[in-house]
């Protein structure tokens, strides 16, 4: 496979604090990538970051060989760029479908005019955005949900709504903040089913987590921060193993202990 994503060096300072330090890694067209790390490590930076919420202080970041790193946020969108928050932010008041629609926003063709008259192109585009966005309901499971109002779902089928609606941007790459926080151990298999056929789109996958379970079963690739740096990347199993991973969730003591378990065991 090749890169996608591809991030060098990224580094960015607040005020003298360095949140993010010369992190380097890729994100393989056609995986899904886990970036993790105890509280505190800079993920949420990172994504910021890659999503274009905050510049970097120095580093590159490349979407498919093209420098990204200072273009805004609706400019990486366009280039197949989406992401969804840890903090859900749909439209409570507007239905579900309405809520996937406006997903699209960014690859939208027709003028104000044609949409605020009503003329031809405005109601084409309409028409093919409504059937898009129904497609994309029924393929995370919530086609029936279609005309309910958002708010009323349930939080895991909320979740799956915001994703539903990063889709709809007819991305290449989808960040996802944290998609399983909050959810319960069903919602939570629901989650990975539809995340493995997102990935079966053709869609590649970058998402930031804290079920540990979840992410090593779902993901291919794993990065671990601590402190803003990389500390390890490789296969479930070999982050999985490795001493400083270990550490650095256990701290020193919780390794150690770990350890001595192990070797008599």
Request: proline share 5%; aromatic share 4%; hydrophobic share 45%.
């Amino acid at each position: 496979m090749t890169a996608l994503l591809q991030v060098s060096g990224l580094t960015k300072r607040f005020r003298g604090l360095t949140a993010v330090a010369e992190v380097t890694f890729a994100v393989q067209a056609g995986g899904i990538h886990g970036l993790i790390g105890p509280n505190g490590a800079g993920k949420t930076t990172l994504f910021n970051l890659v999503s274009g919420v905050v510049p970097p202080t120095e580093g590159r970041i490349s979407l498919d060989g093209r420098a990204i790193e200072r273009l805004p946020v609706h400019a990486r969108a366009g280039l197949g760029l989406a992401r969804t928050f840890q903090n859900l932010r749909l439209f409570e008041d507007m239905t579900v479908l309405e809520n996937v629609a406006t997903g699209a926003h960014a690859r939208l063709r027709a003028t104000p005019w044609d949409i605020l008259f009503r003329l031809p192109a405005g109601r084409a585009e309409e028409r093919a955005l409504r059937a898009d966005a129904l497609e994309l309901l029924e393929f995370v499971g919530l086609g029936p949900q279609a005309g309910r109002r958002a708010g009323d779902l349930a939080y895991g089928e909320q979740r799956r709504l915001e994703i539903a609606r990063g889709l709809a941007a007819r991305p290449r790459l989808l960040l996802l903040d944290e998609p399983a926080a909050g959810m319960n151990p069903r919602e939570t298999a629901d989650l990975a089913a539809v995340l493995r056929r997102v990935r079966g789109r053709g869609v590649t996958l970058l998402l930031v987590e804290h079920d540990m379970g979840f992410v090593m079963e779902l993901c291919d690739r794993i990065t671990v921060l601590n402190f803003g740096r990389r500390i390890a990347e490789g296969t479930p199993a070999e982050v999985r193993a490795d001493p400083a991973v270990i550490e650095a969730y256990l701290g020193a003591r919780g390794a150690s202990r770990l350890a001595r378990r192990e070797v008599a065991s």
